[in-house]
């Protein structure tokens, strides 16, 4: 019988380390998986155990390892093909399909963003760990006589499941409670299984323990410092390069557009207008933009950026109508995608779909729009990671063998813009105020943004559209340190109801700069009849933008020593999320567990304290020490009740509680402790010590008697911190009083 309970532990230890899983691709994919994995072997396990014919017959040995691991080979192929890789088979062998799916799945799965997509070859992974775990546990459960052995393949399952799901979404800290739960119920059950009996007094003795651990580790575990990032290996693993995801750059389409800009490209449902980002082109050749994404697939979610004090939430419902390209709309920064399947920049947040957008494509997304604030600007300082230098370069242009001449103009043109900036911040604003009065807005002008036409907007012609004041700001910007950007999206829409519709004419092209631990900051150059030149129909993005350009007014003020009064609106006061108190529960909780830790210690070091304290001193007293660990171990069997008995009665007692083998040490130990009391003569220093030897038989024949687990109950008892010593002075047959350890 306990043989049969073993294997049930061992399969729920393995399937609920095969649902760690979760958080690489959520719960739904990973149940049947997993679980399936973790039953079948331990069943089949489980019908090999028996009696076999020709074997041991009674003796219930189970088969050759050799024939349960052939069997388990068959039965796994087998499950496998119609649990998991059915739909992939249409495609290929199964062998072929194993194959990319057991060498290939761990590299797919560190190459996309989590969760990832529910694909078989993927969820192969999950099957082959969690089924060799199963298997593993239940022979090791069979074969062994070791209590805690067949825990230690689902622990492998935890090794490999925890490095694939960092960052992803969800917590694996109610599975890990699971875990120890069934580990020590494991233990448990595997104790003293020899004898039927008594084979389930371990078990129901120590359930309440150790659901008691199982919670007390769910609790703590939320609260558990940890000063460093967990390891993850994506970044040891290569990522894809950089893809032309679009035949067109949504820059050059910007133009056409503006011409025409009646056209639907999408509409918006939403209770709060926003800037939809669209592009995000970061790299500059010299005549045009573009993108170096690293584009990888992800199931919905999309990591999140830089996490400033204040944000509020877009929950959007967006519907593909004329939008060309690949390229999907968002509010700045998206995290969570559903309806549509998309690969993400991890980098910039940006999203574009694996085929050309079609009308008619819906898909809601859920984002986390910042809110900077002019103490947070007015404190800034330029980027210096990888990143931002790589937003610094200055290309002569293709198949140039020496800089352009127009990069020299540029510098002194932006120095012009900037003279007396103090900060870089400042340097970003005077820039933007700069172009919005040195130029005006045409949807007429020729569109392009390389070195030359971008030389004409500046010195002659001074009109054009947002990718003219965009281009020539982000260059600017870079001929004077600040690392930028081009980003290409929609402002404002016609709104009719809950319902936006997002028109060709309401594109946008705005630069952005990075700054440390800000990360991107968009800035806007275009002059204010630029926003109001696309009809009176035409809606605000919302306060998100105008509570920006406030913020670096208030910032620049700030940065140059005046008043407020300077500004049109005090800047937003500090987040309430800086000054509050950490919450009271964390400090209970950690006062909690430092109390349990330090009874637990107290306990355990208790009673071994007490026995090195009663073997010093004379011979006398090692001799009295020895009889009061003594009475320590009998009251493990039942005597911790007794109070007045003479030496000779608690040998004969206890030698009824322990066994016969007992008498033959307590006896002498109780002449012993009567001589020396109340003989005439002192005894020597070998009479204490054949007193100890006595007593440590007694302590082994005890633990024999009772048990580990028992002896461990007792010892947790509050009562196991007091030491009360028998009184001294009585006559040798007298009663003597007993001490409960």
């Known amino acids: 019988m306990t043989r049969y309970a073993s294997l049930a532990v061992t399969a729920c230890l393995a399937a609920v380390a095969g649902l760690s899983f979760q958080r690489v691709f959520g719960f739904g994919p990973v149940v049947p998986v997993a679980v399936v994995a973790a039953v079948v072997p331990a069943l089949l396990c489980g019908l090999l155990s028996g009696p076999r014919k020709g074997g041991p017959g009674k003796s219930g040995n189970p088969w050759p390892l050799w024939i349960s691991l052939v069997l388990t080979v068959v039965a796994w192929a087998g499950t496998v093909s119609v649990t998991v890789l059915r739909p992939a088979l249409s495609a290929g062998t199964l062998p072929q399909t194993l194959r990319e799916g057991v060498l290939s799945s761990w590299k797919a799965i560190l190459t996309t963003l989590l969760p990832a997509p529910a694909e078989p070859e993927l969820l192969l992974l999950v099957n082959v760990v969690v089924w060799l775990a199963a298997f593993a546990s239940a022979e090791l459960a069979l074969r062994t006589s070791l209590r805690a052995a067949p825990c230690l393949p689902a622990l492998g399952v935890w090794a490999v499941a925890l490095p694939l799901g960092v960052d992803g979404p969800g917590s694996n800290a109610p599975l890990a409670a699971a875990t120890v739960v069934l580990v020590a119920v494991l233990v448990l059950v595997r104790a003293d299984g020899s004898v039927p009996r008594v084979a389930w007094r371990p078990l129901a003795i120590g359930m309440p323990a150790a659901v008691v651990l199982g919670a007390v580790a769910f609790a703590v575990a939320p609260v558990v410092p940890v000063s460093a990032d967990p390891y993850d290996p994506r970044e040891q693993v290569q990522a894809p390069p950089p893809q032309q995801r679009d035949g067109v750059s949504p820059l050059d389409r910007v133009g056409g557009w503006l011409l025409n800009p009646g056209q639907v490209m999408f509409t918006v449902q939403s209770g709060r207008n926003e800037i939809e980002r669209l592009a995000v082109l970061d790299r500059f050749n010299g005549v045009t933009w573009s993108s170096t994404a690293r584009f990888v697939p992800t199931g919905s979610r999309v990591p999140q950026g830089p996490r400033p004090d204040r944000t509020h939430e877009a929950e959007q419902r967006i519907t593909i109508r004329d939008l060309p390209g690949v390229w999907v709309p968002a509010p700045d920064r998206p995290r969570q995608v559903d ?44 980027a210096t990671d990888a990143e931002a230098e790589a937003a610094l370069e200055l290309p002569w242009g293709p198949g140039a063998k020496e800089p352009p001449v127009q990069l020299a103009e540029f510098r002194r043109f932006a120095e012009a813009a900037t003279q007396g900036a103090v900060s870089p911040i400042d340097k970003a604003a005077l820039l933007a105020q700069y172009l919005k009065r040195y130029a005006r807005y045409d949807v007429t002008a020729p569109p392009g943004h390389s070195y030359r036409q971008l030389d004409y907007f500046l010195a002659e012609g001074r009109r054009g559209t947002p990718e003219h004041f965009a281009t020539a700001y982000a260059l ?32 946008m092209v705005w630069p952005e700069i990075k700054f440390e631990r800000l990360g991107w900051i968009r800035f806007n150059p275009l002059p204010d009849s630029g926003r109001g030149s696309k009809g009176n129909d035409s809606v605000a993005a919302g306060e998100t933008e105008q509570k920006l350009e406030q913020a670096q007014k208030n910032a620049v003020s700030q940065e140059r020593g005046e008043g407020p009064g300077n500004t049109t609106e005090k800047g937003p006061q500090k987040s309430v999320a800086e000054d509050s108190p950490t919450p009271w529960w964390v400090y209970a909780s950690i006062a909690g567990a430092v109390l349990v830790i330090g009874y637990v210690l107290a306990v355990l070091l208790a009673p071994a304290l007490r026995r090195r304290r009663r073997r010093a001193g004379s011979p006398a007293a090692r001799i009295t020490g020895a009889w009061h660990q003594a009475l320590d171990h009998l009251s493990d069997v039942g005597l911790s009740t007794a109070r007045t008995l003479t030496a000779h009665e608690v ?27 109340f003989a005439a003569s002192r005894p020597d220093p070998r009479a204490a010590d054949r007193a100890w030897q006595h007593t440590d038989a007694l302590g082994r024949l005890v633990t024999a008697k009772a048990g580990h687990l028992r002896r461990l109950r007792r010892r947790l008892h509050p009562r196991s911190l007091k030491d009360r010593r028998a009184p001294a002075g009585r006559p040798a047959e007298a009663p003597v009083r007993r001490g409960a350890g």
């Open 651 to 677: 040998a004969r007692f206890g030698a009824s509680s322990v066994g016969e083998d007992a008498h033959g040490h307590l006896r002498p130990l109780a002449d012993l402790v009567n001589r020396s009391r």
């Open 339 to 382: 309806g549509l399947p998309v690969v993400v920049d991890p980098e910039s947040g940006a999203l574009a779909a694996a085929q050309p957008l079609r009308p008619g494509q819906t898909y809601r997304v859920a984002s986390v729009v910042p809110e900077w604030t002019a103490e947070d600007l007015a404190a800034a300082t330029v």
């Open 476 to 507: 600017l910007a870079r001929t004077l340190g600040l690392p930028s950007r081009v980003v290409v999206g929609f402002d404002g829409g016609n709104r009719v109801g809950d319902t936006v519709q997002v028109r060709s004419g309401d594109v």
